[in-house]
Structure formats: C-alpha cells, structure tokens
Nanobody
C-alpha cells in the first residue's frame, strides 16, 4: 500500500521553529519530486515548497522563501520541511505530495500546483497563535 505520512505538526509561538516530516511507505521518495502544501480553513490548497528527484534542487513560494527549507534524506526515505520564524498566517494543515513528473528550473511553478502530484498524505496541523 502506497502511503505518505506527515508528522511534526504542533502549536508553536510566533517567531518559533518547527520541522515537519514526510515518510514514504510503499513508495521510494527519492524517485519522486516532493512538494509541501498547506491548506487553511476556507482557503485553497497552497503549494509552498518542492524538491526535485534528480539533484534535490529546491523551490519556494514567495510566502515562505527565506523562512522555510525543504530537504530530503534518501537513506531514510524521508522529506522534511523546516519552518523558521513562523507567523500566524502559517496556521494550516500541511501536506506532502509525490509526483512522478520531472521537476526542472523551467517548470518549477507547476510543481507548486496540486494537479502535478500523484500521491498525497493526510496532513499534519500547524497552529501559530496571533
């Protein structure tokens, strides 16, 4: 059974840090481009970061650039999202997703849209109080 499982969500004070994890089960993540998305109540799903399968190139939405870092541990079959200097507007359910598509410099913005992805996790809640 193919699964992506997120963990690490928590309530964290503004300015704090958090690391989310995405583990593959039945899925070897190193062969996939991986994206992190978030969805707040009443809002559309937002792509915030993605990492390529070929060389671990990383790309970010403007809303998180300079604060969040996506990384991959191939040996552990894990992808992480390090969140620094969190803000109340970061409150959302965070989901990871895996794509069989080839993420390149020329198409990375497509990989911040949900339709590029084939497998999704259930999400983990991050809450930053105002």
């Amino acid at each position: 059974q193919v699964q992506l499982v997120e963990s690490g969500g928590a309530r964290v004070q503004p300015g704090g840090s958090l690391r989310l994890s995405c583990k593959g089960s039945g899925l070897t993540l190193e062969y996939y481009a991986i994206g992190w998305f978030r969805q707040a109540p009443g809002k559309e799903r937002e792509g915030i970061a993605c990492i390529s399968s070929s060389d671990d190139s990383t790309y970010y939405a403007d809303s998180v650039k300079g604060r969040f870092t996506i990384s991959r541990d191939r040996a552990k079959n894990m992808v992480y999202l390090r969140m620094n200097n969190v803000k109340p507007e970061d409150t959302a359910v965070y989901l990871c997703a895996a794509s069989r598509g080839e993420l390149l410099d020329g198409n990375w913005r497509q990989f911040l849209t949900p339709h590029e992805y084939d497998h999704w996790g259930q999400g983990t809640q991050v809450t930053v109080p105002s």
